[in-house]
């Protein structure tokens, strides 16, 4: 199982385009990170997905990690006001050679699901500039991690995931209406995988 296994690059993004937003990515966050020799260091820590680095601050300590470095980092994150894990594991998007990254874990089990941040810029209409105007939104994109340690990115919508799902699509499709959850809310997300992990808990 995955939890027995086991920066931010600085920038400023324009005020016009991240007003009204926060990025958990640019804030500092109470955690742990355990090194690759099995050393665990506490402090502040501050992520970045986009680059794959991990900074953390104890006191005049400022050290910053890759994901070669790092097995796994725990934030709590006072933003979205939950604990969050991060687990470096090796992944190829293009199938090739694998390097490691940093994926987000959201739930374990018959379903393993991880998730990555990715800042965008998308256009959308406004009715008071009489036209479009662009905006940096972030986005997650979500992982599968298959039994034999391969990752695979999941690019489905709401049927895919109750196809994935089996014989439990249907039970899973009663318990996202009545709970009235959202496939594309990361959070929805992980109660939705968490509920039919729990048709395989023993």
């Known amino acids: 199982m995955l939890l027995t296994a086991a920066a931010s690059y600085g920038q400023q993004y324009p005020s016009n385009n991240t007003r009204g937003q926060q990025f958990s990515f640019e804030?500092?966050?109470?955690?742990?990170?355990?090194?690759?020799?099995?050393?665990?260091?506490?402090?502040?820590?501050?992520?970045?997905?986009?680059?794959?680095?991990i900074q953390i601050q104890d006191g005049n300590r400022l050290e910053t990690f890759t994901a070669r470095k790092v097995v796994f980092y725990e934030i709590f994150d006072a933003l979205q006001n939950e604990y969050r894990r991060f687990f470096s594991l090796p992944f190829s998007a293009q199938g090739a050679y694998k390097a490691p990254v940093f994926f987000e874990l959201l739930t374990e089990g018959k379903m393993t699901l991880l998730a990555r941040e990715v800042l965008e810029y998308k256009t959308y209409s406004?009715?008071?500039?009489?036209?479009?105007?662009?905006?940096?939104?972030?986005?997650?994109?979500?992982?599968?991690?298959?039994?034999?340690?391969?990752?695979?990115?999941?690019?489905?919508?709401?049927?895919?995931?109750?196809?994935?799902?089996?014989?439990?699509?249907?039970?899973?499709?009663?318990?996202?209406?009545?709970?009235?959850?959202?496939?594309?809310?990361?959070?929805?997300?992980?109660?939705?995988?968490?509920?039919?992990?729990?048709?395989?808990?023993?």
């Open 126 to 202: 406004s009715f008071y500039y009489y036209g479009s105007y662009t905006r940096l939104v972030l986005i997650y994109k979500y992982f599968l991690l298959e039994e034999d340690g391969d990752i695979q990115e999941f690019v489905g919508k709401k049927n895919d995931w109750l196809y994935a799902m089996g014989n439990q699509g249907e039970q899973v499709q009663k318990y996202v209406k009545s709970n009235k959850l959202d496939f594309d809310e990361k959070k929805d997300l992980t109660k939705i995988v968490e509920f039919y992990n729990s048709f395989f808990k023993h």
């Open 27 to 53: 804030y500092w966050h109470k955690g742990y990170l355990i090194l690759e020799g099995g050393d665990t260091l506490k402090g502040q820590l501050k992520y970045n997905l986009q680059t794959d680095l």
